[in-house]
Nanobody
Framework: QVQLVESGGELVQAGGSLRLSCAAS????????MGWFRQAPGKEREFVAG????????HYADSVKGRFTISRDNAKNTVYLQMNSLKPEDTAVYYC?????????????????WGQGTQVTVSS
């Protein structure tokens, strides 16, 4: 029903910046909450940031507060994750996901649709 495609991941030096994009197609997603998650090899999947359908409210994991910014452009059906001051511990596959409800959730099991992920590698 919904397809999500992430892009923008690459190798960067510590202290650098990246902007990830998540393009949605197949149906409207503007009314539902969206989230970014990440997973490193051997680690559990971790909530990074979430945003409500309107873009009016955002929530961040403590590990990225002050460094990452989530936003959305509903006219383009796209969600972004601006990542600044990157650290080696930010290295992971980053996934975007869409709920079928309206508020933000930090729980991956409350998201219905997932992208394939984009690799972010931060070198020291």
């Amino acid at each position: 029903q919904v397809q999500l495609v992430e892009s923008g991941g690459e190798l960067v030096q510590a202290g650098g910046s990246l902007r990830l994009s998540c393009a949605a197609s197949g149906r409207t997603f503007n009314g539902y909450g969206m989230g970014w998650f990440r997973q490193a090899p051997g680690k559990e999947r971790e909530f990074v940031a979430g945003i409500t359908g309107s873009g009016g409210n955002m929530h961040y994991a403590d590990s990225v507060k002050g460094r990452f910014t989530i936003s959305r452009d509903n006219a383009k059906n796209t969600v972004y994750l601006q990542m600044n001051s990157l650290k080696p511990e930010d290295t992971a596959v980053y996934y975007c996901a869409q709920r079928t409800s309206f508020p933000i959730s930090v729980h991956d099991y409350e998201y219905t649709y997932w992208g394939q992920g984009t690799q972010v590698t931060v070198s020291s």
